[in-house]
């Protein structure tokens, strides 16, 4: 798998983008957001503070969506036929998760019960578990951006919506750094009943996120405040919470 990444990594080398905007549907389901996205449909916060007040053209969107339940990966290669003259560049990674580790693939939790849409790295009642490729999502937009032409930095719009991993995908992303020079918003699903998951791993990242920043809000317990304090090194490292 990840020789095929480093591939179609080598040709955007190559050919290089054009982009103003890069969206990042993170947890893309049926691909209801990636559509509604390219069609500037979306929800009604993100039309006002980025599809209206930011103007670009959508030829020079950037979409890339990650889903890992296998259920979805026809109906996202259909969406993608169907939107690629639409944008300058349009890719879904079916079958594949979104990790803050360099692991190629990651267990998978898929809701065993009758309507089958979710799938979480977590494991939860009724869930049964496969196997999912997995992208280090830091890594992966930094050698995105580096295939963009003339030394564009465009705006970033990150949904994310992937069932409780954002407690300990969002720090690994925020101190990496890969975001430090564009301006980056984000719309994220909180996933409060999973947190407890990623409690352990986000007291040594905000451990070394303190080290160059004064806390502000009560980081004395992680768990009680966790979005509060997830926000916050979003702020900090630039970015704007949409919801």
């Known amino acids: 798998m990840k020789v095929f990444f480093i591939i179609i990594y080598q040709l955007l080398l190559v050919t290089g983008l054009e982009c103003d905007i890069l969206y990042l549907d993170i947890g893309s389901n049926n691909g209801e957001t990636i559509e509604n996205f390219v069609q500037r449909t979306t929800e009604t916060q993100l039309n006002k503070l ?5 103007k670009f053209s959508m ?3 950037c979409v890339v ?3 890992p339940n296998p259920r979805w990966s026809s109906k996202l290669n259909e969406i993608r036929k169907k939107y690629t003259g639409n944008v300058s560049s349009l890719n879904i990674h079916t079958n594949t998760a979104v990790v803050a580790t360099e692991d ?3 267990q998978l939790s898929i809701d065993a019960t009758k309507n089958n849409v979710g799938a979480s790295i977590y494991t939860g009642k009724f869930y049964k578990r496969t196997r999912a490729n997995a992208i280090r999502l ?3 937009i930094e050698q995105y951006l580096s295939t963009i032409r003339g030394g564009r930095k465009p705006v970033i719009l990150i949904r994310m919506d992937i069932e409780g991993y954002e407690y300990t995908l969002l720090p690994e992303l925020l101190t990496s750094g890969v975001l430090r020079s564009h301006k980056t918003y984000f719309a994220i699903e909180w996933h409060r009943y999973l947190k407890k998951s990623s409690h352990e791993i986000l007291d040594s990242k905000m451990q070394h996120f303190n080290r160059a920043h004064t806390c ?3 980081c004395s317990s992680i ?9 916050y090194m979003i702020q900090v490292s ?5 919801y």
């Open 238 to 242: 630039g970015g704007t919470v949409i």
């Open 138 to 140: 830091s890594r992966y």
């Open 65 to 67: 969506g990650f889903e």
């Open 50 to 54: 980025i599809l209206n007040d930011f």
């Open 223 to 231: 768990y009680q405040n966790l979005e509060k304090i997830l926000t």
């Open 216 to 218: 502000k809000t009560d």
């Open 59 to 61: 030829s020079q969107a």
């Open 104 to 106: 190629e693939f990651v």
